[in-house]
């Protein structure tokens, strides 16, 4: 998005690495949605770096290695790249890494991935969850990147699982279980912000207009699906500011044919987005899809979800996404 919020350098893994981040500090893993626990992953990586004055950078792998092993998997992310990078950026990260797990990536052993790390990239240290794994068949455990990292002048830590105050690991399973029963609390407060799906907005039929209540739609791409519904919302506009809206994420049930969008509605904001790319944060699910006898009563109904979605987005604090 062209906000003022940090970017990170972007580097591929079979780029050269830049002079000044030789010798850094990894932090590795999938890190999709970057929750508590990544987070905790993360800043260990970060500490580490600042103590002995070296960089640390955030790896993370795209695709997900899941859309390699079972392509017929539905849509599941949580976050994609830009997002990532931002949130690694505000984390303190001095660089991002991005490894791009193709079918070349997934055949390399432990011991051929550990050398990758340690001898091409040249990481002084790597920082992984106590659950990571690696290389051919998933062989490689936390174990054996010290074992052989530790040969190759590289060492590593593992940080472990973080949990919530219910005792439960914070994982990103949970998370999307969260979003998929319309939980935004919970994934909310496992993500440490709200679920956000960021995109480009599009030209549609128009319809919002002839309900006087406009929408930027977007297409959900490769995010998880959330519960179909209407949900209260805080989008991200181009330039950084946070607006309140009502949106609804489905197949909208009373036009024809079915086209799965999310369809927002800012209030206040009457401003042409068209072609611009937005974020928007799911903050309250506030009921289920429904088909209404006629226009007329779809209306008053979108009126209600307005009413109700600004007297709860009144009362929630406004979270960095």
């Known amino acids: 998005m062209a906000d003022s919020r940090p970017l990170l350098s972007r580097i591929n ?87 791009n797990f193709n079918p070349e990536l997934a055949a390399k052993s432990a011991e051929e991935f550990v050398s990758t790390l340690a001898n091409r990239i040249g990481a002084a240290g790597v920082v992984t969850g106590e659950d990571f794994t690696f290389g051919k068949g998933r062989s490689g455990t936390v174990a054996r990147l010290k074992e052989l990292g530790a040969a190759m002048g590289m060492r590593a830590e593992a940080v472990a699982s973080v949990a919530d105050e219910s005792g439960e690991p914070v994982s990103s399973s949970r998370i999307r279980d969260a979003l998929r029963a319309g939980d935004c609390a919970t994934a909310t407060r496992l993500l440490t912000r709200p679920f956000a799906i960021e995109g480009v907005v599009q030209h549609g039929a128009k319809l919002g207009r002839t309900l006087d209540f406009p929408t930027a739609n977007m297409t959900l791409g490769s995010y998880l699906r959330p519960a179909y519904g209407v949900y209260a919302v805080r989008g991200r506009l181009p330039d950084g500011r946070l607006v309140d809206g009502v949106a609804n994420l489905g197949i909208r049930p009373m036009f024809d044919p079915p086209k799965e969008l999310l369809e927002t509605y800012f209030f206040d904001c009457a401003e042409d987005l068209y072609d611009q790319t937005i974020e928007v944060q799911l903050i309250a699910h506030l009921r289920p899809e429904a088909k209404y006898d006629g226009l007329n009563a779809l209306k008053a109904q979108i009126a209600r979800d307005c009413e109700a979605a600004r007297h709860i987005l009144a009362q929630t604090p406004r979270l960095s996404s």
Do not use: C, Y
Not at 39 to 45: F, G, K, N, Y
């Open 13 to 99: 893994d079979s780029a050269p690495l830049p002079a000044h981040l030789h010798d850094a500090i990894l932090a590795l893993g999938n890190f999709d949605g970057f929750h508590l626990g990544h987070q905790a992953v993360a800043s260990r990586a970060i500490e580490w770096a600042r103590a002995e004055g070296r960089p640390a950078i955030i790896a993370t792998f795209d695709p997900h290695p899941v859309r390699l092993f079972k392509p017929e998997t539905p849509p599941f992310r949580l976050t994609t790249l830009d997002q990532r990078e931002r949130l690694f950026a505000k984390a303190g990260a001095d660089a991002m890494m991005v490894f």
